[in-house]
C-alpha cells in the first residue's frame, strides 16, 4: 500500500524577505505568509487527508492551520521536522554572514551537503532527523494521504535527496508555500509525482529567495 505525502515549505516571512537566516528562531508568518496559507487551504479543500504534521516552529503550524482551514483536521506537532539550528549565521543577512563565515556560506550555497553553520546543526544531522521522521509518519498510514508542513533547508535534506546519494545534494531550495508530492511503498521505494508546485499561489504571492535563485544558476 503506498502512502501519499504532500511536503509543503511554511509560507513567506519577513526574515524571508528580508534575506536574514531564520534557522531554529521562531518566527511568525508574515503578510505574504499569510495569503499562502490561505492559498493553501484552497487547495488542499478537496484533496483527500488523513493527517498534516508540522514543525512546531510558528511559520510551520501557522502554514498547516492553513492547511486544516476548511477540514476537520488539526496539526500534528512533530519536532524532528523543525528547520536546521543555523548557530551563529541566525538573525543576520546572507550578506552579512557570506563576510564573515564565507567558508560556511559557501557550502550553503553550492555544497549543501557539507554545510556546518558555526556552533549549530551540521546538514547531515538535519537529514538524519528529518528523514526518520518522514519514514516513521509514513510508517503509521500506510495506504493513506498525510502532509507534512516543513522548512526550507530541512526539506532540502529530506525530498531534495530522494534517490541520490546525500552527497550529491543540489542547492535546489523549495519555494515558499510549494507543495511537492511523494508516494512511498512501505518497503521505502518511491515516486515523485509533483514537486515545488506553486500552481496554487496567484503570482503576487510567489517568492523565491533571490540567494537561492543565484545559486540555481550558478
Known sequence: M???VYFIRHGTTENN???RFQGKTDIPLGEVGRKQAACLG???ASVPLDAVYTSPLQRAYQTAQGVCAKRNLQPILCDDLREIDGGALEGRTNDENIRDYPVAMQAFRSNPSAF???HGESARQV???VTAAVHDIVRRHPGQSVAVVSHGFALLCSVGCLGIPFEQLEPRILANASVTCVAFDQDGEFEILFYNDQSHLPEDCQFHSPFWKEAETR
Open 17 to 19: 524577505i528580508g534575506g
Open 42 to 44: 484552497e487547495r488542499f
Open 116 to 118: 556546518a553553520p558555526p
Open 127 to 129: 537529514h538524519a532527523r
Open 2 to 4: 503506498k502512502t501519499t
